[in-house]
């Protein structure tokens, strides 16, 4: 089951993971090492299908905190990045704008624990590329714990 669907995509709301990987799973053995910074290992999968609801995406990096699953992050070519807002604002509804004159998009799933998911969508005002950062909520309160900083409400 994929969560989002062979090419991601926003359909049928926001799930806890991104595509059939869910929060807390373990790195895969095909992925890649892009950097190790001791508990935070990013990564990439050689043959990922770089698309988000048939938009063409540049480059998918999946983050790992204690050698689980807890963020992904897209990078969007200007080319796509109205496409793939115009999805997650169909899929998910629509986003919490903190700054009106910034182009930053947050959503939040309504589940607690394990499945809690946020996502930021972020354009840059310069060269309208943006990406979109997926991430466990959950998950983002344990790494707060761990730092010794109270988790961000």
Known sequence: MALFGKGGGASGGMKPGFRDMKWGDQPRKEME????????????????????????????????????????????SPASADRILKDLNDGWGRPEQPNKFIEDFVW???????EATEALFSRNPNTRAATL????????????LAKGKPPAR
């Open 133 to 144: 950062t997926i991430s466990s909520s959950y998950v983002k309160a344990k790494k707060a």
């Open 33 to 76: 090492v892009l950097d190790d910074h001791g508990e935070e290992k990013f990564c990439r999968l050689e043959h990922d299908n770089l698309t988000w609801s048939d938009a063409p995406v540049d480059r998918i990096v999946y983050l790992f905190w204690s050698n689980r699953f807890s963020d992904v992050h897209i990078e969007i």
């Open 108 to 114: 939040k799933n309504k589940a607690i624990g394990p």
